[in-house]
């Protein structure tokens, strides 16, 4: 991290979910995914579930509000308020549901390293405010429903390129 005054640097690690992918595609592209409001509600959120957006700006400040719908109509707000962006190498948030000063919102850091073969490493971080809502979150489904976002993601990429 460029910054050293970073939370993530002294973050305590039983706080911390953290997934990764190897997505087969340059990562540029897969940072696109992220940060085209088009294609980001392609792909976002666990299989099964629909996107409903309120507000969309993927921008230093923006914010992304939306609804995640999953059969049968239950809804599941959120927000995204975009902290940070470098393009190509990484987005940071905060997360939570879509009402104001969420006390189980997390901090999410998203990094793309591109490997020698052309393909992209994606690193997903989450701090959540406690130990509890850690494991809260991993109860939830957290984990694996990230797991299945990353391969939406993977899936999505891959159409975009044509293979």
């Known amino acids: 991290m460029k910054n050293s005054a970073s939370p993530w640097r002294d973050w305590p690690l039983d706080r911390e979910i953290v997934l990764g992918r190897v997505i087969d595609a340059p990562r540029s592209l897969v940072y696109s995914a992220w940060t085209d409001p088009e294609q980001i509600q392609m792909w976002f959120g666990p299989e099964g579930m629909a996107i409903e957006t309120k507000e969309i700006d993927l921008n230093p400040?923006?914010?992304?509000?939306?609804?995640m719908v999953a059969a049968g109509g239950i809804r599941y707000s959120n927000r995204m308020v975009f902290l940070r962006m470098e393009a190509p190498s990484l987005i940071e948030v905060e997360h939570g549901s879509d009402q104001e000063n969420d006390p189980?919102?997390?901090r999410m850091l998203v990094t793309f390293d591109e490997q020698s073969d052309g393909k992209t490493v994606l690193t997903l971080r989450?701090?959540?405010?406690?130990?509890?809502?850690?494991?809260w979150a991993i109860g939830f489904g957290a984990v694996e429903y990230g797991?299945?976002?990353l391969q939406k993601l993977a899936l999505?990429?891959?159409?975009?390129r044509g293979k």
């Not at 923006?62 to 609804?67: A, E, I, K, N, T």
């Open 61 to 67: 400040g923006g914010v992304w509000r939306f609804d």
């Open 104 to 106: 189980n919102r997390f």
């Open 126 to 135: 989450q701090m959540h405010p406690s130990t509890e809502r850690r494991e």
């Open 147 to 149: 797991g299945q976002t």
């Open 156 to 160: 999505h990429v891959a159409k975009v």
